[in-house]
């Protein structure tokens, strides 16, 4: 049963325009959401946070929104660049000091100039 | 600042054979946690340990073991391998504070054959 789901493998998107990825959940008891890039032979790289008590968090290009009544959060990337062009994964956790991580399947993002 | 690294970055190893894989968080981390990533998936969880405790553990069978020493690195033991067992193996370390990132490494690859 996945918990996190990322229901679209693949997105492609212009250079300048904006890239939306999302992501849903089943786990009432997940309240803290991360998403992470990563690039083929590396490990995931944070990207952008956000606490369950927040509907939305910034920071630079990258948006993360989250709508608790539907267990849903997007990431928007604006203006998409090729540098961007990896897969991202949405992750969610109970917020606690132990917690971990459980991570979605990914999406591809494909960023053309 | 050296981030979290992982050792070897590649393996080969033969089914039934044994495996060690290496973890050095970043400097501070005192928890240290391990994902299995098999193509097509997002990482799944494995072990966390903090202060060389068992936090956690992800729905693994026994031959998966892991441990942590007095500096906080780590080591993630696969007995009797399998096929099955090929997969990139994540380590991620984090401060356990409430609501915070986990920061991984670069991976190591195990191959089975």
């Known amino acids: 049963d996945q918990q996190v789901k990322q229901n679209s493998p693949s997105l492609s998107v212009q250079e300048g325009r904006i890239s939306i990825l999302n992501c849903d959940y089943t786990?009432?008891?997940?309240?803290?959401f991360l998403w992470y890039k990563k690039y083929p032979a590396e490990g995931p790289t944070f990207l952008i946070s956000?606490?369950?008590?927040?509907d939305k968090n910034e920071d630079g290009r990258f948006t993360v929104f989250l709508n608790k009544s539907a267990k849903h959060l997007s990431l928007h990337i604006v203006p998409s660049q090729p540098g961007d062009s990896a897969v991202y994964f949405c992750?969610?956790?109970?917020?606690?000091?132990?917690?971990?991580?459980?991570f979605g399947k990914g999406t591809m993002l494909l960023v053309s100039p | 600042d050296a981030g979290v690294t992982q050792s070897p970055t590649h393996l080969i190893k033969t089914r039934g054979q044994h495996v060690t894989l290496r973890c050095s968080p970043i400097s501070g981390h005192k928890s240290v946690s391990w994902y299995q990533q098999v193509l097509g998936q997002g990482p799944q969880f494995i072990f966390q340990?903090?202060?060389?405790?068992?936090?956690g553990r992800g729905n693994f069978p026994d031959r998966f073991s892991a441990r942590q020493f007095p500096n906080y690195s780590s080591e993630l033991n696969v007995n009797a391998l399998l096929l099955g067992d090929s997969a990139l193996y994540l380590c991620a370390s984090s401060s356990p504070r409430m609501n915070t990132e986990a920061f991984f490494g670069q991976g190591t690859r195990l191959t089975v054959v």
């Open positions: 786990n009432s008891m997940f309240d803290y």
């Open positions: 956000i606490s369950s008590i927040k």
């Open positions: 340990y903090y202060e060389k405790e068992e936090r």
């Open positions: 992750a969610a956790s109970t917020g606690s000091g132990y917690s971990t991580l459980t």
